[in-house]
């Protein structure tokens, strides 16, 4: 009745962490009881909160309390081995399907606490007992629960195979060291692990070296961010301020000129109406002139008549002028032109500096460039659609394909004129601005012609070198002749050597300053790299040789 009511009580003696009889009991300052192996564990995960709990309660301790074991409990427990009674474990110290059991226990078996790979068998906790107080057994080599001991039996020779080939790399027993493999590199099964552990250790150690280099890599990096946003934020500070300063002198000077518009007024207005009163004064004698000659030639006394002709008649011509002379109607319209052309001129210095300066923006780089692709696979992930802009073609140029393809011919089309326009060079640009990675390709029939990359502030009028593709220092161009390659910046031509093609595959990488030209056909090869610093945003373009070619930018799929 007595072992039934203990038995009944088992449970009361199971850790809750490892859900195995307790060893080495201590109690926590809640109450519960651990393994003390098991609490110490598991307050090892919580060290950097420096808050530990009890993982039954949950209650909270800080400091980390000092464990004591419990001598109650552990007397308890020798106390009940000594008597003979056996505490029963509780079910989930049993083993289930997953579980590797104790092969000794009979009936229902015991979760396995160690595999013994000198007797290939596991042991339950009971069933261990001999191997730590038998002197022999103490020699044997224990290890985790294992349910592939059998796989440590020679299959031929059902021997523990304790021997390694290093010849076939694979683990033997002894007998298979002095038959099958007697002329193969054999150590045994412990001096290779203890090799390949050696082996581990230094992976180990460069594993741990790269961890503490990237963990410095990471913290560059956070200072390097730091850097960043304190940077961008004194940037935008001080663009906010400058900005503020231009609106100010913008204002300010808009009110100069409103303050002299209404000066001038006053002093037209002013001399207006003198003139107005001058002439109203002139009028009112005019008046009275006329009622006094009147009143004369109505005269009947010809004595008075005669008497006050001569002083009535006389009549003095104005000093100015009968007429008044007006300007034609503009005003003020010359003021609100010369501003308009301000703005003008404003907005253009504007939109070019803007350019400018969005891209010195773009040029914030802190990490190296990416690995410049190889593979035409490797280009595509950076393929671009790229457009014409009709009013940078010269007028002889026809565009078609949704501006993606241009002829030459022979006669003009009808284009308005603008200020983009080569007026000399049978050229073209794109609308689109590069200033990121980029990848196009161009395919040419006919004769050939070039293909070309232009800063926007080009020249466009007439065939100068500035003007054409090549020739100057603001573009960079590949002549595709049917004969070969040649490569042209700054007046100066390269010979390329390279497989012909009517398809040519332009990669940039504005960034990085990488130019490259490619012969695409059924293979890829590269014609021409330019390492340089672009310090504007590009634009593709093409320049034409022959009347009837046509070039076009190929839509990649």
Same mark, same amino acid.
């Given at each position: 009745m007595a072992q039934q009511e203990a038995q009944l009580d088992g449970a009361k003696f199971c850790c809750s962490i490892c859900l195995d009889l307790l060893k080495h009991p201590v109690t926590i300052p809640c109450g519960h009881s651990y393994c003390m192996i098991c609490i110490n564990n598991f307050w090892d995960g919580e060290d950097e909160r420096e808050i530990y709990s009890c993982p039954q309660c949950r209650q909270t301790f800080t400091p980390r309390p000092v464990l004591v074991k419990n001598t109650m409990l552990a007397d308890l427990m020798e106390e009940l081995k000594k008597t003979g009674l056996q505490v029963a474990a509780a079910d989930h110290c049993y083993a289930g399907p997953e579980d590797v059991a104790c092969d000794f226990?009979?009936?229902?078996?015991?979760?396995?606490?160690?595999?013994?790979?000198?007797?290939?068998?596991?042991?339950?906790?009971?069933?261990?007992?001999?191997?730590?107080?038998?002197?022999?057994?103490?020699?044997?080599k224990l290890v985790d629960p294992s349910k592939k001991l059998q796989e440590n039996i020679c299959s031929h020779h059902d021997e523990m195979m304790k021997m390694f080939c290093r010849t076939d790399q694979q683990r033997i027993c002894y007998l298979c060291s002095v038959e099958d493999h007697k002329d193969h590199d054999t150590v045994s099964a412990a001096a290779e692990i203890k090799e390949r552990q050696r082996e581990l250790e230094v992976s180990r150690q460069n594993v741990q070296q790269r961890i503490q280099d990237r963990e410095k890599d990471v913290k560059l990096l956070q200072q390097e961010v730091e850097a960043v946003s304190l940077s961008a934020d004194k940037a935008v500070e001080d663009s906010e301020k400058i900005s503020t300063e231009l609106i100010r002198l913008l204002q300010k000077r808009s009110s100069d000129v409103k303050q002299q518009i209404r000066s001038q007024q006053e002093t037209?207005?002013?001399?207006?109406?003198? $003139?107005?009163?001058?002439?109203?004064?002139?009028?009112?004698?005019?008046?009275?002139?006329?009622?006094?000659?009147?009143?004369?030639?109505h005269t009947e006394d010809h004595t008075q008549f005669l008497h006050n002709y001569p002083s009535l008649s006389q009549f003095s011509e104005p000093t100015d002028s009968s007429s008044i002379n007006i300007r034609p109607l503009r005003y003020f319209e010359d003021v609100t032109a010369a501003v308009s052309e301000l703005r003008d001129k404003l907005q253009?210095?504007?939109?070019?500096?803007?350019?400018?300066?969005? $891209?010195?923006?773009?040029?914030?780089?802190?990490?190296?460039?990416?690995?410049?692709?190889?593979?035409?696979?490797?280009?595509?992930?950076?393929?671009?659609?790229?457009?014409?802009?009709?009013?940078?073609?010269?007028?002889?140029? $026809?565009?078609?394909?949704?501006?993606?393809?241009?002829?030459? $011919?022979?006669?003009?089309?009808?284009?308005?004129?603008?200020?983009?326009?080569?007026?000399?060079?049978?050229?073209?640009?794109?609308?689109?601005?590069?200033?990121?990675?980029?990848?196009?390709?161009?395919?040419?029939?006919?004769?050939?012609?070039?293909?070309a990359v232009a800063y926007n502030n080009i020249s466009r009028a007439g065939r100068s070198n500035e003007c054409k593709f090549g020739n100057n220092d603001k573009s960079w161009a590949l002549d595709c002749d049917t004969n070969g390659y040649t490569f042209w910046f700054n007046n100066i031509s390269t010979a390329i050597s390279g497989p012909h093609s009517s398809r040519v595959g332009v990669y940039l990488d504005h960034r990085a300053g990488i130019l490259s030209f490619y012969s695409v056909s059924e293979t890829m090869t590269l014609l021409h790299r330019v390492q340089t610093t672009f310090t504007q945003p590009l634009y593709a373009g093409f320049r034409f040789n022959y009347v009837g070619d046509t070039a076009e930018l190929r839509k990649l799929n």
């Open positions: 226990c009979t009936g229902r078996k015991l979760k396995a606490l160690k595999s013994c790979l000198t007797c290939l068998v596991s042991y339950c906790e009971n069933h261990l007992q001999p191997h730590y107080d038998v002197a022999p057994l103490k020699k044997h037209e207005v002013s001399r207006v109406k003198e $003139l107005q009163e001058k002439l109203q004064q002139e009028i009112t004698e005019l008046k009275r002139k006329d009622t006094e000659l009147k009143q004369l030639s253009n210095i504007l939109k070019e500096e803007w350019t400018n300066l969005s $891209l010195t923006v773009t040029e914030v780089d802190i990490l190296l460039s990416q690995t410049e692709p190889k593979t035409r696979d490797e280009l595509f992930k950076y393929s671009c659609e790229i457009t014409l802009d009709s009013n940078t073609a010269h007028t002889q140029l $026809l565009l078609s394909e949704g501006n993606r393809k241009a002829k030459l $011919l022979s006669h003009k089309q009808c284009y308005s004129s603008h200020r983009d326009r080569f007026t000399g060079c049978y050229q073209i640009l794109s609308k689109e601005s590069l200033t990121e990675h980029c990848y196009w390709e161009v395919e040419w029939r006919g004769g050939g012609g070039y293909v």
